[in-house]
């Protein structure tokens, strides 16, 4: 378990740089509160990945001034309410062009570490 | 269940102890709570003892003081650097604006403008028609009247997905299911329009009075719904110049209340004034409380929006 986790500090500052993106995938398709996305990265990557989740309540709040997300409180009468975030539009516009960006960076370094024939073509 | 609870509170107060508790602070110790309790429920059904799992989850979240100072640390820098300011003259400001409107400028897609240039050509060609139509000018068919009215809607309907979708430089494109249902409700709206028209050149036929009203409530309940859920689209720059220079409704809720309640009764009176017009002086006369009710709309906002000292 522990040889798959990203051993060079480079890799996870560079996942980390990606959070936001990352968070925004997750509420593409429903709404989450915090622990469900934590959990929706961790799942995701089969545990290899994992964003602390004290780290993601900044995440979270700056995602919101951006006006990327909404949050209300759900209506659970148990075990406290928990926060939900919703995707918004510009959330959504923003998630693409990342994402756009992120295959065009990895199309150039591919090339320039010439392993473009290992990664995924686009 | 009750066993492991305080420890999770413990170590949220602890997480928290000294910070003051502002209602934000307050909203990120609840959030953070519920967070904890559902990592906690996981375990426990998982086979954890509860104990076990109020520790775990407390270990797995992370170091939640450090978060806690870097939200609320953060807040506070933000806000002592627009004190730290002072006001800037407005001569400073505006050019602070500009720049930061330079910095974000999204030139519009050439050949957005011709497709729009050209459907709005389209519409206003069908408007003319229908309205030449009803005033007796021309004679139409009903076939081409329905092709007119179909034209215009189709028109409109491409204008208003078309310009949603289009990423300006105060806000986002919108996603494309979402722009070609505010086309069609918008579409559907003036397609009822039209039909009304036709209508009123013959108010003998039923037909297309009856497919205007079902046009006409798909276009309200299409567009109330696309209202009611619609999410932000404005982009993070000019929000956070919205939120340094707010308009005078955002800074004054009685004085945007009270805009509301005269701009509802206008329009009220406008809709009266609609009905009495048309019924007394005739329906070909009708749009003139309309006309009425925006200027004073125009007047209101001019007053209102616009305080008579905010150019000092």
């Known amino acids: ?122 | 269940m009750t066993s492991e609870t305080p420890n999770v509170h413990r170590a949220l107060d602890v997480a928290f102890d000294g910070v003051a508790l502002t209602p934000e602070v307050q909203d990120l110790k609840e959030e953070i709570r519920a967070n904890l309790l559902a990592r906690v429920e996981e375990l426990q059904a998982a086979g954890m003892a509860p104990d076990d799992a109020a520790r775990a989850a407390i270990d797995e979240i992370g170091d939640l003081r450090a978060a806690v100072d870097e939200i609320t640390e953060g807040r506070a820098t933000r806000g002592a650097a627009a004190d730290a300011g002072g006001a800037p003259s407005p001569a400073e400001a505006w050019a602070a604006h500009e720049r930061l409107v330079a910095l974000h400028r999204v030139r519009p897609n050439p050949a957005f403008v011709v497709r729009t240039v050209l459907l709005a050509a389209v519409l206003v060609g069908a408007v003319v028609a229908l309205a030449l139509l009803v005033a007796g000018v021309i004679d139409l068919p009903d076939g081409a009247a329905v092709a007119v009215a179909a034209a215009g809607a189709l028109a409109t309907g491409g204008v208003v997905a078309d310009a949603l979708r289009q990423e300006t430089s105060s806000h986002y494109p919108m996603p494309a299911g979402r722009a070609l249902a505010w086309g069609a409700s918008a579409a559907a709206g003036v397609a009822a329009l039209g039909l009304g028209a036709l209508f009123a050149v013959d108010t003998g036929r039923a037909w297309p009075l009856a497919v205007g009203a079902v046009l006409a409530v798909a276009a309200t309940a299409g567009l109330v719904t696309l209202g009611v859920t619609q999410t932000n689209r404005t982009k993070a720059w000019v929000r956070e110049v919205a939120a340094v220079a707010p308009d005078r409704f955002s800074q004054d809720p009685v004085a945007a209340a009270r805009f509301g309640l005269y701009s509802g009764a206008l329009w009220l009176a406008a809709l009266a004034a609609v009905v009495v017009v048309g019924v007394t002086v005739g329906w070909v006369w009708a749009w003139v409380p309309v006309l009425a009710a925006l200027l004073v709309e125009m007047v209101l906002v001019a007053r209102m929006l616009f305080r008579a000292d905010a150019g000092r």
Request: net charge neutral; glycine share 10%; aromatic share 10%.
């Open chain 1, 1 to 122: 378990m522990s040889e798959n986790l990203p051993s060079d500090p480079f890799s996870a500052d560079l996942l980390r740089g990606h959070t936001d993106t990352i968070v925004l995938g997750t509420l593409r398709r429903a709404d989450r509160y915090g622990y469900e996305i934590h959990k929706a990265i961790r799942d995701a990557t089969g545990g290899q990945y994992e964003i602390k989740e004290a780290t993601l309540y900044a995440t979270f709040r700056r995602l919101e001034r951006d006006g990327l997300v909404e949050s209300y409180w759900g209506d659970e009468t148990q075990g406290g309410r928990r926060k939900y975030y919703r995707i918004t539009d510009a959330g959504r516009a923003v998630y693409r062009r990342n994402v756009a960006d992120w295959r065009t960076t990895q199309r150039i370094i591919n090339t320039l570490l010439d392993h473009d024939h290992e990664g995924p073509r686009p």
